[in-house]
């Protein structure tokens, strides 16, 4: 019971058309970055960090949902970082791939196919005005709302 006593919540009525699209666009804004940036993992958090520093002073669900996917996209900016340097100092000094680089790659692949799926149904119940928390960044996301 505390926990929902401490999580920030949206009522669905109460959210007009515009702030569910806002909402619903910073999901949509890292994927489109994703694609558009491949393999570049800098283009992600800088498109994200553009539209968060963009609806600052945007309604709260609207913030709120900014937020969660600028700390999403922070947390797997260090991953994909990772894995990019890894993979160009495998190509550019023609080392040899290793099980650890591999098992590395698989946890990028997967973690990445994760947050992409999160990403398209978060975007896509935001936009219907329903409040998506995801584990472990939600309560992050709320603790920065509240200051």
Excluded at 20 to 40: D, K
Excluded at 68 to 89: D, E, P, R, V
Aim: hydrophobic residues 50%; glycine residues 2%; contains cysteine.
């Amino acid at each position: 019971m505390e926990y929902q006593e401490r999580a920030i919540a949206f009522n669905p009525r109460e959210i007009t058309e515009s702030e569910r699209e806002y909402a619903s666009n910073s999901y949509l804004m890292s994927l489109f970055a994703l694609f558009v940036g491949l393999p570049l993992p800098i283009f992600n958090l800088i498109a994200t960090v553009a539209f968060y520093l963009a609806n600052r002073k945007a309604p709260q669900f609207v913030k709120w949902h900014c937020t969660q996917a600028l700390i999403s996209q922070f947390s797997i900016f260090f991953f994909n970082t990772t894995a990019f340097w890894w993979s160009l100092g495998i190509i550019l000094q023609k080392s040899v791939v290793t099980n650890a680089y591999i098992a590395y790659m698989i946890l990028v692949v997967a973690l990445n196919s994760i947050e992409i799926i999160s990403t398209i149904y978060t975007s896509i119940q935001t936009r219907k005005g329903i409040h998506v928390r995801w584990f472990l960044f939600a309560d992050l996301t709320d603790n920065m709302m509240k200051r």
